[in-house]
T-cell receptor, first 110, second 113 residues
């Protein structure tokens, strides 16, 4: 059974600090990785895609991928109260099917 | 931008009713998906379709059916609604190209009384 694992949280981070969200996946040949943000009562919104090892930066967001360790993370710099949400990690498996983690709840403390 | 439109944001139905949830996309994507999302259980795939008139069961198809008569429209049908089908229902689309993300509609919060 292919899996994507995330800590459910809640992860509490002070405003202005760096929030670090982690995700591990089981299918070694996965090639594409996505982070979605989901506000309470809303649908998931794509915020980052990453396909190769290393870091990818977009504004305050940085996605990090380590295929050898089967690990992908999302860093949020200068955290704001508006970043409080559930963050879903999603991975394409070898059959190009997307598998979602259950999400990590992030709470930014004002 | 991809636009995925679900017909209702909130819907209240009664046990035993036949319920239709509609999803329409404007990006000519080949693949369409229906999920339900419940607290602590994450997104669970009900059905998906990779072409017109084609459908595949997901992880929890029992109690549901789907219809895809046109490429842009994917309907989820609850044949005889039950209270355990109260949930948030999310439609998503995906291009036929490899390694692309799914795009979600706004969701339908369905309550079965």
């Amino acid at each position: 059974q292919k899996e994507v694992e995330q800590n459910s949280g809640p992860l509490s981070v002070p405003e202005g600090a760096i929030a670090s969200l982690n995700c591990t996946y089981s299918d070694r040949v996965s090639q594409s990785f996505f982070w979605y943000r989901q506000y309470s009562g809303k649908s998931p919104e794509l915020i980052m895609s990453i396909y190769s090892n290393g870091d990818k930066e977009d504004g305050r967001f940085t996605a990090q991928l380590n295929k050898a360790s089967q690990y992908v993370s999302l860093l949020i710099r200068d955290s704001q109260p508006s970043d409080s949400a559930t963050y879903l990690c999603a991975v394409n498996d070898r059959d190009d099917k997307i598998i979602f983690g259950k999400g990590t709840r992030l709470h930014i403390l004002p | 931008d991809v636009k995925v439109t679900q017909s209702s944001r909130y819907l209240v139905k009664r046990t035993g009713e036949k319920v239709f949830l509609e999803c329409v996309q404007d990006m000519d994507h080949e693949n369409m998906f229906w999920y339900r999302q419940d607290p602590g259980l994450g997104l669970r795939l009900i059905y998906f379709s990779y072409d017109v008139k084609m459908k595949e069961k997901g992880d929890i198809p029992e109690g549901y059916s789907v219809s895809r008569e046109k490429k842009e429209r994917f309907s989820l049908i609850l044949e005889s609604a039950s209270t355990n089908q109260t949930s948030m229902y999310l439609c998503a689309t995906l291009t036929g190209l490899r390694n692309q993300p799914q795009h979600f509609g706004d969701g339908t919060r369905l309550s079965i009384l």
